[in-house]
């Protein structure tokens, strides 16, 4: 019975998705769209294969998923510590929110031109936009995560005479976690949307690259293919962050289920 429920489950939440594939499918068959321009999901699903088993798929997922994860765990080692002690002390957010509001309004795109002037056109230049990119949403999810602690916790663990070290470590950052894994969550797609927009403008390998090169010599499936290929790394990012989220927020699960 569990796994027909399961199944069902399963079934409701990819009937849309099932759908739209129908409709890529039969559109261009039908005319309703140029086969040339959008040809028919399982010739996009043929292209792939071949792109799997020839291993360029791999050369060049394996390109945008390094790329991505260094500038990713940079900005995590920068923000969330950063964040952390600005939301800790009221001073420095006092002093640091001006900046702060200039930068997060400053699109991460606007300035992919002047990362590629100053650190050139190579891996450097990629990894520090998506540095960039992923930063602001960590750090501000980090700062609004530690000041929107319950004051009533706060006071409760004062009132057991916690040290300030403590209370910021068993009290403070615990009831942080969800908060500033939003933020990790939305740098994670910034991530790849942001890797991918660098990788068309300067690069001789990745997905990005993929789609671009695809897309001028008018491989029209395998363009596709790429642009599937992207949609599966950010489902493979996004289910990495889920569930390493629910691992760290075990402790505010109910104890009795």
Request: hydrophobic share 55%; charged share 10%.
């Amino acid at each position: 019975m569990t796994i027909i429920s399961s199944l069902r489950k399963l079934l409701r939440q990819s009937i849309v998705l099932i759908g739209l594939f129908v409709f890529w499918e039969m559109a261009p068959r039908l005319g309703l769209v140029d086969p040339a321009f959008l040809p028919p999901f399982t010739e996009v699903i043929g292209s792939l294969g071949q792109l799997v088993g020839s291993g360029e798929l791999l050369q060049h997922f394996s390109a945008s998923i390094l790329r991505s994860l260094t500038g990713f765990s940079l900005a995590l080692l920068v923000a969330i510590p950063l964040g952390l002690i600005i939301g800790w002390y009221p001073v420095a957010r006092e002093l640091l929110n001006p900046v702060l509001e200039l930068f997060r309004n400053t699109a991460a795109l606007a300035l992919l031109p002047v990362f590629m002037l100053l650190l050139g056109i190579g891996e450097t230049s990629k990894i520090a936009i998506v540095l960039f990119a992923c930063a602001w949403p960590i750090l501000l999810n980090t700062i609004a995560a530690v000041g929107n602690v319950d004051p009533l916790l706060i006071k409760s663990a004062k009132s057991m005479k916690l040290s300030s070290f403590k209370l910021f470590l068993k009290v403070i950052l615990p009831a942080s976690v969800p908060t500033i894994f939003t933020g990790i969550r939305m740098a994670g797609t910034g991530a790849i949307l942001v890797l991918i927009a660098a990788e068309m403008v300067g690069a001789k390998e990745g997905l990005g690259y993929l789609i671009t090169y695809s897309q001028y010599n008018f491989q029209i499936p395998k363009m596709y293919a790429g642009i599937l290929a992207i949609s599966l790394l950010g489902l493979l990012i996004n289910y990495g962050l889920v569930s390493l989220e629910r691992m760290l927020s075990k402790w505010n699960s109910p104890m009795n289920g």
